[in-house]
T-cell receptor, first 113, second 122 residues
Framework: QKEVEQDPGPLSVPEGAIVSLNCTYS??????FMWYRQYSRKGPELLMY????GNKEDGRFTAQVDKSSKYISLFIRDSQPSDSATYLC?????????????FGKGTHLIIQP | GAVVSQHPSRVICKSGTSVKIECRSL??????MFWYRQFPKQSLMLMAT?????????EQGVEKDKFLINHASLTLSTLTVTSAHPEDSSFYIC??????????????????FGEGSWLTVV
C-alpha cells in the first residue's frame, strides 16, 4: 500500500461548481498537510498548509484534515476555468517539511467553461 | 521573497553524457534543499535531501553515484545526472527550506519549490 493515495482523475466539472479533492494516507506520523497546484510542465505552487486536524479556509479554497480517518480534502468553491490544473496533496511528519514531503499522485482537474 | 530558481528549465543531452541542474535560493539562505523527480502523470518522488556542507541523504532506490548532489553554499545546490540514459528523462524539481523567522509566512510553510527542469536524454 502506498503511503498516500490520491485518485488521478481526470475530474471534469462545469464552471461554478464546487470541487472536492481528497487523499488518504497510512502513516500516522504525518502531522502537516499541504495542497499544491501544478500547471503543466511547471513547478508546484502551494495553496494550503495545515497542521493536524481541522479546517482552514483561504478565499475559495477550504482544506480539511481528519487525522482519525487519515483523510484530507480540498474544496474549491465557484470553480473557474483557470483552476484547471493538477492538484497534489503532500504530507510531512516534521514542521516545515524538514524531512521532505510525501506527495500523492495528483488529481487532474478540468473546469469546463 | 522566497524565490527558488532552477536552471536550465529544459535540457536535451545525448545518452552517456552528464548534465548538471542548478537550484538557487535567490533571496534567502536555504539550510536544506530537496530534489524530486516526476515522471509524466506521476507524483513527485523525493530523490535526496541535502544540507549545506554535508553529504546528501538519498532515498531508497536512488543511485548516489548516478545522481550527484552538491550543496556547496546556502544558496546553491546542484544535481548532476551522470552517464545519462533515456530512462533518466524526467522532470526534476528542487525545493529549498528556510529557517529565517523573518521569512516565515502566516501559513507556517517554509518549503519553496523551483520551476523544475525538463531533462530529455536522446
Amino acid at each position: 500500500q502506498k503511503e498516500v493515495e490520491q485518485d488521478p482523475g481526470p475530474l471534469s466539472v462545469p464552471e461554478g461548481a464546487i470541487v472536492s479533492l481528497n487523499c488518504t494516507y497510512s502513516n500516522s506520523a504525518f502531522q502537516y498537510f499541504m495542497w499544491y497546484r501544478q500547471y503543466s510542465r511547471k513547478g508546484p505552487e502551494l495553496l494550503m498548509y495545515t497542521y493536524s486536524s481541522g479546517n482552514k479556509e483561504d478565499g475559495r479554497f477550504t482544506a480539511q484534515v481528519d487525522k482519525s480517518s487519515k483523510y484530507i480534502s480540498l474544496f474549491i468553491r465557484d470553480s473557474q476555468p483557470s483552476d484547471s490544473a493538477t492538484y497534489l496533496c503532500a504530507m510531512s511528519g516534521v514542521g516545515g517539511g524538514a524531512d521532505g514531503l510525501t506527495f500523492g499522485k495528483g488529481t487532474h482537474l478540468i473546469i469546463q467553461p | 521573497g522566497a524565490v527558488v530558481s532552477q536552471h536550465p528549465s529544459r535540457v536535451i543531452c545525448k545518452s552517456g553524457t552528464s548534465v548538471k541542474i542548478e537550484c538557487r535560493s535567490l533571496d534567502f539562505q536555504a539550510t536544506t534543499m530537496f530534489w524530486y523527480r516526476q515522471f509524466p502523470k506521476q507524483s513527485l518522488m523525493l530523490m535526496a535531501t541535502s544540507n549545506e556542507g554535508s553529504k546528501a541523504t538519498y532515498e531508497q532506490g536512488v543511485e548516489k553515484d548516478k545522481f550527484l548532489i552538491n550543496h556547496a553554499s546556502l544558496t546553491l545546490s546542484t544535481l548532476t545526472v551522470t552517464s545519462a540514459h533515456p530512462e533518466d528523462s524526467s522532470f526534476y524539481i528542487c525545493s529549498a527550506r528556510s529557517d529565517d523567522p523573518a521569512l516565515l509566512p502566516r501559513s507556517g510553510n517554509t518549503i519553496y519549490f523551483g520551476e523544475g527542469s525538463w531533462l530529455t536524454v536522446v
